[in-house]
């Protein structure tokens, strides 16, 4: 019998059948490290087209924002001011404010400019801050770059279960660790600091079943990797994730391998 005290989820999607039933009509069946590398250049086509279209709703749509609230500004510089116009303003300072986090959502521009775990340790810091929640947090100090798609992934996997257990309330301290080595990166993410009366919160299974953390486990195992999440009465969650790294190595040392005369 399945002990009720503890949950462990890693479901397995099969992104290479369509692929698989092609390939078998050539005659020869595609690896599983030829679909995690057409996994991988799919999600980069698809976070290309995502940065694009946050920068533009940064570049173009935010600037028009922010010139209407100086403008606004300025009118409230003569007197009397109109109730009106302050309500406009409030208006467009509301609208900056979701303009930046729709872009945020869109597009990790943070990793544009730092390496992951700096990047990592800026956004966790900030996040405690301004939910007066500890955060610890442990990371590599020599980091080997990754593809864009896999470094996209461990920040929103890391930022999204951090936000969620902050939004339940779930916790008032927090761990998270990142490991890296010649193979995988590995995530994990700890509830060290329930607050009194967690034993009352809704368990993991239902605090996880949600579209943004399946569209985030969908990625993970396309791109190779492996997740679960483990508790204990709903309380001291742990989230663990697995990424394979150098996808595009691995292809061509096997390329290079079948290439060599025999």
């Not at 900056?96 to 521009?109: A, D, W």
């Not at 007066?132 to 470094?151: M, N, Q, Y």
């Not at 009194?196 to 993991?204: A, E, I, N």
Request: a negative charge; one cysteine or more.
């Amino acid at each position: 019998m399945e002990n009720p005290s503890r949950q462990h989820f890693s479901p397995h999607v099969d992104t290479s059948s369509e692929t698989r039933e092609a390939g078998e009509a050539k005659g020869s069946a595609p690896t599983s490290v030829d679909s995690q590398g057409r996994a991988l250049d799919l999600l980069t086509t698809h976070d290309a087209k995502l940065r694009d279209l946050a920068h533009y709703l940064h570049d173009e749509i935010g600037q028009l924002l922010v010139s209407s609230s100086m403008h606004l500004h300025a009118s409230m510089e003569s007197e009397p001011v109109s109730p009106h116009l302050t309500t406009c303003l409030t208006i467009v300072q509301q609208a900056i404010e979701r303009l930046r986090e729709l872009t945020s959502q869109l597009h990790p521009s943070i990793l544009e400019h730092m390496p992951l775990p700096e990047a990592l340790r800026c956004s966790l810091d900030d996040r405690g801050r301004r939910n007066e929640v500890a955060i610890e947090h442990s990371t590599p100090s020599c980091w080997v770059p990754l593809p864009p798609a896999i470094e996209v992934t461990c920040y929103r996997v890391v930022m999204q279960v951090v936000e969620h257990a902050i939004l339940q309330q779930s916790t008032d301290r927090i761990r998270v660790d990142v490991r890296q080595d010649a193979e995988t990166v590995d995530l994990t993410i700890r509830d060290i600091g329930p607050p009194p009366g967690s034993d009352l919160l809704p368990s993991c299974r239902n605090r996880f079943c949600c579209d943004g953390w399946k569209e985030s486990c969908q990625r993970i195992e396309w791109l190779g990797g492996n997740w679960q999440i483990d508790s204990t009465s709903g309380q001291r969650e742990t989230v663990r994730i697995r990424l394979p790294i150098d996808l595009d190595a691995t292809s061509s040392s096997e390329g290079d391998a079948s290439e060599e005369p025999s």
